[in-house]
């Protein structure tokens, strides 16, 4: 199996610092450590489900793969080439087969612009085609995503939002893309709108061999749609393994945590079991010493507050970034 | 012992807008009983916030309640004028909105916000103003370690946009009860949180609704968080409630074809292997609807005789549902 993507000591920090201005108004900004060194690797045809709270880090790490955010360090392999230190001609030319299907379908798509406008424009951007086969080529895909053909001429308000996320998938794909980041592509969906979505994305990731980076919040849907799962905590990655070993027999406390914090239809109560987890998300301008979930974790000793564990593999293809787990525990 | 302390009968709730009459809630009935948790599930448009929404005097033009009564505690609501609500809301009823951070004002400091609802309702603050004012500000002290707000004393003058997600949902849950409501309805109360923040949340809401004895109504999409906290649950669709019971009962074996569809669409991690099958289509316009079963258009197990006037039945105890073929083997 080959290796799609492979991102080593990935970092992206935001500098809102500001020079005189800041001075002068007092207001100094910071440094946001948003993605501090994370490492991942995507095979062909697989999809990797990345998990973490809001403010983890999760969108960022998902455009700076695609270099939306341009990375602080790190490196980026993908379909074995570097893209890292490509220019931006070799980046765009690369950008053909890395799309992106962004979260909310109501600001993703430009208002002004009718659906055929939208689901083209990739082509048009890339210089391809004519304007004939662009409109054949969209009139393909929206059938493939299960869009009227007819409603082409219409403008994103009149669709709902389920049918908006469709347009937001036919634009991603119809540059055939062979890998594409899914960002909460159904967190701002109904339920039932949810699970069409869902299935249309497997169905799609199994006609055309897509690779996925699938982002959510949601444990039961990353579960559902991933074959590895990577947990995200305050910018780095603390655990990462196949889906049923991360759902069953989760190592790091803050895996733990999430997962016994999901509510379940097939429970009843409130489980006495639950690990409950105090405060919040600590910030990422100014990141704990040491393991960054020391502050919230009910285990956490001496070692914990002074030393960053390392991010070790446990068991075969099974990694965690956690003192306990390992030589030491 | 159940003494009903909220009861609707046939409400209807419509807005008049420039495409047509919106009728957002049809001939809703409910009870909530004394110290219990009835959950509301259903997607947008539903009109699950609409219908709470009456109850509380907030449905304003171009929406109006055209019929159907809301009892509290025996007094009829609908009707109530400006004043009279004032004297309820807040202090007998009150309601959590879901984005805490449009609900709460951004210009005046948590202090004031939770004294605000003090110095209008609390009848045991006694002496002047002034004096008033203080034993407030105790209070709304005490109401904020009690959501467990770290450091609440220093963090009380602080404004809403200085606290996160989840101590802003606190603040809110703190002023609803700060009165100690009979009634407290959460809408939402945990959808744009995380988690962990989530469980945290509603088991501080299920904590207090036992110290309290209070009633509570848990307004969400999510039937994992009814499953762990509600005693009872309605699904509403397009404006109706299309089934109502015991929880476990509903989930356990739903006799809507709405209600199934629901559960099977979403993904459980206790069984991943399980293929979730999405309900096709979507929720129909609430405008000029026909007199007939509202589901039809996206069931599966729709025949003619769905196109006619569909009403609650029972089917078993406590457990009612909108379909002529429930309880039918199919």
């Known amino acids: 199996m080959t290796d799609m993507l492979k991102v080593r000591g990935l970092v992206k920090h935001y500098d809102t610092r500001r020079g005189i201005w800041g001075k002068l108004t007092g207001n100094q900004g910071a440094l946001v450590q948003a993605v501090s060194g994370v490492d991942i690797t995507i095979q062909q045809g697989k999809t990797l489900g990345l998990i973490g709270e809001s403010g983890c880090g999760k969108s960022t790490l998902g455009r700076a793969i695609l270099r939306l955010h341009e990375p602080t360090s790190g490196t980026i392999e993908f379909d074995g080439v570097d893209i890292i230190n490509l220019d931006a001609e070799a980046m765009k030319a690369m950008r053909q087969k890395m799309q992106i299907i962004f979260q909310d379908p109501y600001a993703s798509l430009n208002p002004r612009k009718t659906v055929r406008q939208i689901i083209g424009q990739p082509l048009k951007i890339h210089g391809k085609v004519s304007d004939a086969e662009v409109d054949g080529r969209v009139q393909e895909m929206m059938e493939r995503v299960g869009l009227k053909v007819g409603q082409m001429n219409r403008y994103p308000h009149q669709f709902s939002g389920g049918q908006r996320q469709r347009i937001g998938i036919a634009r991603a794909l119809i540059l055939n893309p062979k890998f594409v980041v899914c960002d909460e592509p159904v967190s701002a969906l109904d339920v039932s709108i949810q699970a069409q979505i869902i299935e249309l994305l497997a169905e799609l990731k199994r006609d055309l061999g897509l690779t996925y980076l699938f982002i959510s919040h949601d444990i039961s849907v990353i579960g559902y749609v991933s074959e590895r799962i990577a947990v995200m905590y305050l910018g780095k990655i603390v655990e990462e393994g196949d889906t049923h070993t991360i759902l069953n027999s989760p190592m790091h406390p803050y895996t733990q945590a999430l997962l016994s914090s999901v509510p379940q239809v097939d429970r009843t109560g409130v489980t006495k079991d639950r690990i409950r987890l105090t405060g919040d998300l600590p910030s990422p301008v100014d990141p704990p010493r040491g393991c960054r979930f020391h502050t919230r974790c009910q285990y956490a000793s001496e070692i914990c507050k002074t030393d960053e564990p390392l991010y070790q593999t446990v068991s075969g293809t099974h990694s965690v970034a956690c003192h306990l787990v390992g030589n030491s525990g | 012992m159940n003494i009903p302390v909220l009861e609707i009968e046939n409400l209807k709730t419509c807005f008049d807008t420039r495409d047509g009459m919106v009728t957002a809630v049809d001939g809703v009935s409910l009870k909530v009983n004394k110290g219990e948790c009835l959950g509301i599930v259903g997607e947008s448009g539903s009109g699950k916030s609409v219908t709470f929404g009456s109850v509380m005097g907030l449905v304003k033009k171009p929406g109006f309640i055209a019929e159907g009564s809301i009892r509290f505690n025996g007094r009829e609501l609908v009707g109530l004028n400006g004043k009279e609500y004032r004297r309820l809301r807040g202090k007998e009823i009150a309601m959590t909105m879901q984005d805490a951070l449009t609900a709460l004002n951004p210009a005046y400091t948590v202090s004031n916000q939770i004294i605000e609802v003090l110095l209008a309702h609390d009848d045991a603050l006694t002496g002047s103003r002034r004096s008033k004012k203080k034993q407030a500000r105790g209070k709304a002290i005490e109401m904020m370690q009690l959501v467990g707000i770290p450091a609440a004393e220093s963090r009380l003058d602080d404004y809403p946009h200085q606290f996160s997600g989840g101590m802003r949902q606190r603040i809110m849950i703190a002023i609803a009860l700060s009165c100690k409501p009979t009634l407290l309805i959460a809408d939402e109360p945990t959808t744009a949180l995380d988690v962990t923040i989530q469980a945290q949340v509603l088991e501080l809401i299920a904590d207090i609704q036992d110290k309290l004895v209070m009633s509570v109504v848990l307004i969400t999409h999510d039937l994992g968080v009814v499953a762990e906290y509600c005693d009872r649950v309605m699904v509403m669709y397009a404006g109706q409630i299309v089934e109502s019971g015991p929880t476990r009962d509903v989930i356990d074996n739903p006799q809507h074809p709405y209600t199934q ?37 996206r069931c599966l197990k729709a025949t003619d005789a769905c196109k006619t006037l569909i009403e609650m039945r029972d089917n078993g105890v406590d457990h009612q549902v909108r379909c002529i073929n429930a309880g039918m083997v199919l």
Do not use: H, Y
């Open chain 2, 261 to 297: 569809g629901l559960l099977n669409s979403i993904p459980r991690l206790s069984d991943l292997d399980r293929k979730i099958t999405p309900i096709e289509g979507s929720v129909p316009e609430l405008i000029g609807l026909a007199e007939e079963c509202r589901f039809m258009g």
